[in-house]
């Protein structure tokens, strides 16, 4: 039970990375490599300023890193160079440099500031406060998302965008303008997802890929289409993380988000009808 | 002679570079470490080249498929004492495998499906490598791997990796001139196309997957018996990433683009100040080159010979 409540309580994180991830594969249909990367920058500019300026300089440096990617996708599509898979290395690219940065202005120093020192005691396991902040506003940014994709005009071009870009731009939806926004969201989120693991569990350069990865495999266990769905699966991977660090060993644990993104693409392999490339 | 600088330009022109280059650096002890480091990585690279360029898999595995097959020698030498040679085609094997059983999973996917299975794959691999203390010797990893009996003297292994890398290039090219090849490139441009065309999509494209894997097991192999050292950190994922980087700014579709682009990037990077800002280098010129010419340095070379051509052509 314990570790079900900590699971939960780190899969929140793991749950927001989630938010980018689906996002963005809904409006554009790509990935966002760089997305561990706004993370990392939005931690280390937020450490280094302090305070909280620090935390508003923490997540102006990921809205910056991702107006960057934004900019770079837009001068790709402009080129005429629409696909997905260029737009991924291209991220590549930039997480790569993203992280390097860090690394030479820091060095290999973790990122990490104190939180409560008090803990909660909750029916005999004591929790951080730390990790209902996490959780409460995961929450809050899962239902502003919920209620801008399926309540409000700008959610429904962002869906239009995606289904079909050919006809929402002659709907007289600017197409582009949505899907760079997309990008921006999803830097925001994930610089907001940086700063709650800054108070947590510190992070240091190597944390981009790796938080990548995790955010990708929540997002898709049960399934890419919903963001609310991408949340359910990190709190899912957070329990399933606790519950091997706590019975099986560290290693397990550090195994689980790899191994769920390679459980799910198997399960598609079995229960899918046509090949990717066919023509419809 | 003719018909085969005629029929394989490619395999001529990597042989010539290649004993100029070797022959170049000997005598120089900085410049013959720098050309087995480049050589390893070239294969690497030429990996990339068949499996992102040709098969279309985004992999970011290349560099761990490597560190398997450096692995499997260097504990295969210290444990029982095999020689490195009787070795070599375990290493190149297990990492084909390997890859052939991952790609027939991922090859129906989609390409970014594809990528991210690679991706996780990776990270398998190198966890386990970290914490399989009694087999791949955990953090510390392996020490006192042998080097190749009979070949002395770093110039020698330059020669060596170098002639790998000729190999690689001549069976790569083969491989693309056959009708396999041109399957292939059906497939990269209209799937449909060579399905109906008999081609067997996801087996061919497993088969190149695997044929990479063992460009890159070779390359693990060479690198542990010049390094005479193995831990999970030496070909790990951000080598993977690196290697893939400098094949696109390369030109990943063309069969030297990956060399070139490695020798190319290795190169200028020994005039960069400090080994930190190698990913910023990387990542900026993988962005510049996307943006300016997509299909990498030889591409780009391609097009404006083509064009060039065409000019004087209408000429009248």
């Keep these: 039970m314990e570790y079900v409540v900590r699971g939960l309580l780190s899969g929140a994180v793991y749950g927001l990375l989630a938010l980018p991830m689906s996002l963005l594969f809904l409006t554009t249909g790509t990935i966002d490599f760089a997305v561990g990367s706004y993370a990392l920058i939005a931690a280390a500019i937020a450490v280094t300023v302090g305070g909280g300026a620090g935390l508003a300089a923490g997540m102006g440096a990921a809205l910056l890193a991702a107006a960057l990617m934004a900019l770079i996708f837009w001068l790709l599509k402009r080129r005429g160079n629409e696909d997905p898979i260029t737009i991924a290395l291209a991220s590549f690219g930039l997480a790569v440099a993203i992280a390097s940065l860090v690394l030479w202005t820091w060095g290999t120093k973790a990122f990490v500031l104190p939180s409560f020192s008090t803990f909660w005691d909750l ?153 990717a490339g066919d023509r419809p | 002679m003719m018909r085969l600088v005629r029929e394989r330009p ?76 009787l070795a070599l085609l375990p290493a190149i094997a297990l990492p084909t495998v390997l890859a052939w059983g991952l790609a027939r999973f991922v090859t129906p996917l989609d390409h970014l499906a594809a990528a991210l299975a690679t991706l996780a794959l990776s990270t398998v691999i190198e966890i386990a490598a970290r914490n399989w203390d009694s087999v791949t010797g955990g953090y510390v ?24 890398v000729c190999v690689a290039i001549y069976l790569y090219e083969n491989l693309m001139r056959s009708a396999h090849g041109r399957a292939l490139n059906t497939i990269r441009h209209d799937r449909a196309r060579a399905t109906a065309d008999g081609v067997d999509a996801p087996a061919l494209l497993s088969a190149g997957f695997a044929m990479s894997a ?75 080159i996307l943006l300016v010419a997509r299909d990498g340095i030889l591409g780009y070379m391609d097009r404006t010979t083509r064009a060039w051509r065409a000019a004087r052509g209408s000429r009248p």
């Design chain 1, 123 to 275: 029916g005999g396991i004591r929790v951080s406060p730390q990790g209902f902040i996490n959780l409460g506003l995961s929450l809050a940014m899962v239902g502003a998302l919920y209620f801008v994709l399926y309540r409000s005009d700008l959610g429904r071009m962002m869906r239009a965008a995606a289904v079909n870009p050919r006809g929402a731009e002659l709907a007289g939806i600017a197409v582009t303008r949505v899907q760079c926004g997309a990008f921006m969201a999803g830097g925001a989120v994930a610089g907001l997802a940086g700063l709650l693991i800054v108070f947590s569990s510190g992070l240091d350069y190597t944390i981009p890929l790796p938080l990548t990865l995790a955010g990708f495999g929540a997002a898709i266990i049960l399934g890419i289409k919903s963001p609310l769905r991408g949340f359910a699966g990190g709190a899912a991977m957070g329990i399933v993380e606790a519950v091997s660090a706590g019975y099986a060993s560290s290693i397990v644990a550090s195994l689980v988000p790899s191994l769920f993104v390679l459980a799910v693409l198997s399960m598609q392999f079995f229960f899918q009808k046509r090949f």
């Design chain 2, 10 to 85: 490619n395999t001529c022109i990597a042989v010539v570079l290649a004993v100029t280059g070797v022959a170049a650096v000997q005598d120089h002890p900085v410049g013959m470490d720098n050309a087995v480091l480049i050589g390893v990585q070239a294969l690497i690279a030429l990996s990339v080249g068949l499996s992102y360029g040709q098969a279309g898999i985004l992999s970011m595995a290349q560099a761990v498929l490597a560190a398997i097959g450096g692995y499997l020698s260097a504990i295969v030498a210290l444990r029982w004492g095999v020689s490195p040679y």
């Design chain 2, 141 to 164: 990893g392996l020490t006192g791997v042998p080097t190749l009996p009979g070949v002395r003297t770093p110039g020698a292994f330059a020669a060596v990796v170098w002639f790998a």
């Design chain 2, 214 to 288: 063992g460009f890159a097991g070779l390359a693990g192999w060479l690198y542990v018996h010049y390094i005479t050292y193995m831990s999970p950190s030496s070909l790990d994922t951000q080598a993977s990433i690196s290697v893939l980087l400098m094949a696109v700014v390369g030109g990943v579709g063309y069969v030297l683009g990956p060399v070139i682009g490695t020798v190319l990037l290795s190169l200028l990077m020994q005039l960069l100040p400090a080994q930190e800002v190698q990913g910023l280098f990387f990542g900026g010129a993988l962005i510049v």
